[in-house]
């Protein structure tokens, strides 16, 4: 794991190695109800793979299971997201300044994941 929680602002948790089993046990730190869909996605991702001799799957899993923990892990950031998927789920207001702002909180993990 990297990059160490730095006082009540920082992160719940270090970020974890981008490996199954070190993002499950992240997941079940700070997001415990997200397991089963973690394990569910990790079990289509395996076979998926299997089936097409790539590990394209296995690839995608990890992306979005990194970037999820590296969101989740900063409550405040993530409280943000769902604010502003809220929104645009709701429908009311023009969604282009959401979307935007997703964008920059989906891309600020992927870097803090080292996936950038």
């Known amino acids: ?3 160490q929680p730095d006082g009540s602002y920082g992160p719940l948790i270090p970020m974890p190695e981008l490996t199954p089993d070190a993002l499950r046990a992240a997941v079940a730190k ?3 109800s997200r397991v089963p869909a973690l394990t569910q996605h990790l ?3 395996t076979t998926n793979a299997q089936q097409t001799q790539s590990l394209a799957p296995l690839r995608a899993f ?3 299971w990194a970037v999820f923990v590296a969101i989740e892990r900063h409550p ?3 409280a943000r997201l769902r604010t502003l998927e809220r929104l645009i789920a709701d429908g009311e207001q023009d969604p282009t300044d959401a979307v935007m702002e997703i964008r920059r909180i989906r891309e600020a993990a992927e870097a803090e994941a080292g996936l950038r």
């Open 76 to 78: 405040q950031q993530a």
């Open 43 to 45: 079990f289509e991702a």
């Open 1 to 3: 794991m990297s990059a």
């Open 62 to 64: 990890i992306h979005s």
């Open 30 to 32: 700070i997001a415990p």
